[in-house]
């Protein structure tokens, strides 16, 4: 069982920075893309970004130019760094892994991802 576990929310200001992190439980061995959706209350959970495991990024266009995610796959670790951040920004971020993934490109669908953390709060205020 693949158990990602979100750190590195909090609460900034409206231009400020955070950096999340999500660790997997085990090593992911064999294909998979992993990805990070958001859901702020009385809305639908987004994506954000998406990353396969040979590093193919994708982006939705809420966090273009201003989000990056990365991943550390000796550390079995996914990373999204959120820059200039807005109020409109504020929602619980998940992380998520589906595997096998054969896909070139991370579909960020939430239906596409079999494994989900808890999720890390980020909270920006004008």
């Known amino acids: 069982q693949v158990q990602p576990v979100e750190s590195g929310g909090g609460s900034v200001q409206s231009g400020g920075s955070l950096r999340l992190s999500c660790a997997v439980s085990r090593p992911l061995e064999g294909s998979y893309c992993m990805a990070w959706f958001r859901q702020a209350p009385g809305k639908q959970r987004e994506g954000v970004a998406g990353?396969?495991?040979?590093?193919?990024?994708t982006y939705a266009d809420s966090g273009k130019g201003r989000f990056t995610i990365s991943q550390d796959n000796a550390k079995g670790t996914l990373y999204l760094e959120l820059k200039n951040l807005r109020p409109e920004d504020t929602a619980m971020y998940y992380c998520?892994?589906?595997?096998?993934?054969?896909?070139?490109?991370?579909?960020?669908?939430?239906?596409?991802?079999?494994?989900w953390g808890k999720g890390a709060q980020v909270t920006v205020s004008s």
């Open positions: 990353i396969t495991r040979s590093g193919t990024t």
């Open positions: 998520a892994v589906t595997s096998p993934c054969w896909r070139g490109r991370v579909d960020l669908t939430p239906e596409e991802f079999d494994y």
